[in-house]
T-cell receptor, first 115, second 113 residues
Framework: DQQVKQNSPSLSVQEGRISILNCDYTNSMFDYFLWYKKYPAEGPTFLISISSIKDKNEDGRFTVFLNKSAKHLSLHIVPSQPGDSAVYFCAASDGSGGGADGLTFGKGTHLIIQP | DAGITQSPRYKITETGRQVTLMCHQTWSHSYMFWYRQDLGHGLRLIYYSAAADITDKGEVPDGYVVSRSKTENFPLTLESATRSQTSVYFC????????????FGPGTRLTVL
């Protein structure tokens, strides 16, 4: 049973437009959520996170929104740039081990920015 | 160089052989993790360690062994490799003060023939 779901395997967006990546979760114990970006042949790199006590967190062009009642979060990238083309993973932690027992990842969404 | 490194980056082995993947971090992070990435599965946790000499199983531990005699190293051993263990393996670490944001190594692509 997948606890973190990214239902869009791929997403194509024009350069300069907004990219919206979605993530749903089923475990109500999750209280911390992260987005990672991954280029081919590299490890995932941390992008942005949000605690369950917030509903929005912003960092430059990246904003993450959390809707706890819907168990849904989204990552907005504005404006989208060619370097944003990568696979984006949504991840979650239940905080019971302070995150020390690892993160639960979604399957990833491949974002393609079209020139 | 500071950070987290993995070796080898690429490895081809045969079924039944023992293989050890190395992970080294220079941040003195307490927590270290091993994940595998497979098509259709995202990243799945194999083992994790909260400190030296403390390890625990993750979601998919079968067929793997870990040790952590030093804080900076966290090797992953496949005692008798199987084709189903063909995957990309990522090591990650995090400090005890920020245990949810993990920092990943570049990965090891392992092929078991």
């Amino acid at each position: 049973d997948q606890q973190v779901k990214q239902n869009s395997p791929s997403l194509s967006v024009q350069e300069g437009r907004i990219s919206i990546l979605n993530c749903d979760y089923t475990n109500s114990m999750f209280d911390y959520f992260l987005w990672y970006k991954k280029y081919p042949a590299e490890g995932p790199t941390f992008l942005i996170s949000i605690s369950s006590i917030k509903d929005k967190n912003e960092d430059g062009r990246f904003t993450v929104f959390l809707n706890k009642s819907a168990k849904h979060l989204s990552l907005h990238i504005v404006p989208s740039q060619p370097g944003d083309s990568a696979v984006y993973f949504c991840a979650a932690s239940d905080g019971s081990g302070g995150g020390a027992d690892g993160l639960t990842f979604g399957k990833g969404t491949h974002l393609i920015i079209q020139p | 160089d500071a950070g987290i490194t993995q070796s080898p980056r690429y490895k081809i082995t045969e079924t039944g052989r023992q293989v050890t993947l190395m992970c080294h971090q220079t941040w003195s992070h307490s927590y270290m993790f091993w994940y595998r990435q497979d098509l259709g599965h995202g990243l799945r946790l194999i083992y994790y360690s909260a400190a030296a000499d403390i390890t625990d199983k993750g979601e998919v531990p079968d067929g793997y062994v870990v040790s952590r005699s030093k804080t900076e190293n966290f090797p992953l051993t496949l005692e008798s490799a199987t084709r189903s263990q063909t995957s990309v393996y990522f090591c990650a670490s995090t400090s005890s003060g920020n245990t949810d944001t993990q920092y990943f190594g570049p990965g090891t692509r392992l092929t078991v023939l």
